[in-house]
């Protein structure tokens, strides 16, 4: 840090509370955002908190600022939060900044417009993004990490003064978002519930006159829910609805929707094209779809091995694993193809040695007991038309659409 004088000091601490002042008094939200920025690595922020550091006093110039004096509680933790991030102490910037926003939530409480509303997104935002930090220095310092379950509660409570009547409530979605974030992060995805409900069920929300930006967010994360829950039409519905609101030139967030997407479309019998996994850097889903078109088990078993690690931290392992019986139905499709060239009268009669046969090509070793238990399961869930004629250890398909195609929606449960 370059020499700073104490007058130079003065001048920088004085302009911010005239700026956050001005902002205030005049309802310049888009302003007030920019003055409480803090993990942007604003240069105005760094220059503040330079100030700060050399001008010691700054509460006195706080109460003898006329303007300033009713936002004290917001401007001495605040200036404290500016101190100790530019130091890089992320708990204690943590701490202070906490104060500072529940200090700005009391006046946003009173004012009667939905001026502030951009701050308000910018303290939701920041205090997520400090608590990750803080529990990061936390957990290196040998300590247990909290501060992340205390911005999910702090968010909680923006949650509850945004979810009434009037134009404030057009921000609750951004909060519900940052929610999701936190709860993701933390691993209760279970906590997610009660603030859908709100959103979904409560009579003062109409979900489009919300931002179309949160939507699109809000949707990403629910859709993913679905998949953890393995509700794949509604997964289908959510994803879908956030790939075609998202930004186009968005790449990464795209990339973001696929990753859960792709999986959730396999499961309902909808195949990505090539070029699309190309583009988006989703090269690991590149077997899985061959092996689907090909019938090959192995080269599935190989895909979910090769990217287990990726699949696993996605949360898609489970979903993608059960593409297995996607997977012997494509390979016994080709069989009664084959056979259908070869003798067309008895086409529809497959024995279950030649799946056997054609499992053991694959290097996959099963006997008639286990390969008639996965026919079984096939025509259980539809994936199959057909019976069994036991005797002669024979599959009779029916002549009429022995493969049901899923048509866009899930293997029968």
């Known amino acids: 840090m370059a020499y700073l004088s104490m007058g130079e000091a003065h001048r920088r601490i004085n302009d911010y509370l005239n700026r956050f002042s001005d902002a205030v008094s005049t309802q310049d939200g888009a302003s007030l955002k920019q003055l409480l920025s803090l993990s942007s690595n604003n240069p105005a922020v760094f ?6 550091n050399v001008f010691q006093d700054a509460n006195r110039l706080i109460k003898q600022s006329d303007n300033d004096t009713q936002f004290g509680e917001i401007l001495v933790h605040l200036f404290r939060a500016f101190q100790s991030y530019r130091v890089g102490s992320f708990i204690d910037s943590y701490q202070a900044f906490e104060k500072s926003a529940n200090a700005f939530i009391q006046e946003f409480r009173n004012w009667d417009t939905a ?22 220095e936390l957990a290196s310092n040998g300590k247990s990490p909290e501060k992340l379950k205390g911005a999910g509660s702090f968010l909680m409570k923006v949650f509850g003064v945004l979810a009434g009547k009037g134009p404030k409530r057009v921000g609750a979605l951004y909060v519900t978002c940052q929610l999701f974030k936190v709860y993701f992060k933390l691993g209760t995805v279970h906590l997610c519930r009660s603030v859908i409900r709100s959103i979904e069920t409560a009579r003062i929300f109409d979900f489009e006159e919300f931002p179309k930006r949160d939507k699109v967010t809000y949707m990403y994360y629910t859709g993913r829910l679905e998949v953890f829950n393995e509700n794949f039409p509604a997964a289908d519905h959510k994803l879908s609805y956030a790939l075609r609101h998202c930004n186009p030139q968005s790449e990464a967030n795209i990339r973001m929707i696929l990753k859960y997407l792709i999986p959730v479309k396999l499961s309902i019998g909808i195949l990505p094209n090539d070029w699309l996994l190309e583009k988006y850097n989703l090269v690991e889903y590149k077997n899985v779809v061959q092996a ?10 190989h895909a979910l091995e090769e990217h287990e690690d990726r699949f696993l931290r996605s949360g898609v392992y489970l979903v993608l694993e059960k593409l297995e019986l996607q997977v012997y139905q494509r390979l016994i499709k080709k069989i009664y193809i084959i056979q259908k060239q070869k003798d067309p009268i008895k086409a529809h009669q497959l024995k279950l040695e030649v799946i056997v046969k054609a499992l053991k090509w694959l290097e996959i070793s099963m006997d008639l007991d286990e ?13 199959v038309k057909g019976y069994f004629a036991h005797k002669s250890k024979v599959v009779v398909l029916s002549k009429q659409d022995p493969f049901p195609k899923l048509n866009g929606k899930p293997v029968n449960s």
Do not use: F, H, M, P
């Open 47 to 52: 220059s503040l908190a330079d100030a700060l």
């Open 115 to 136: 001026w502030a509303l951009q701050a308000l997104y910018v303290i939701a935002y920041e205090i997520r993004v400090l608590a990750e930090r803080a529990d990061k």
């Open 292 to 301: 689907l078109k090909r019938g090959d088990l192995r080269l599935l078993r």
């Open 371 to 383: 390969v008639e238990c996965i026919v079984a399961i096939l025509i259980y869930k539809n994936l």
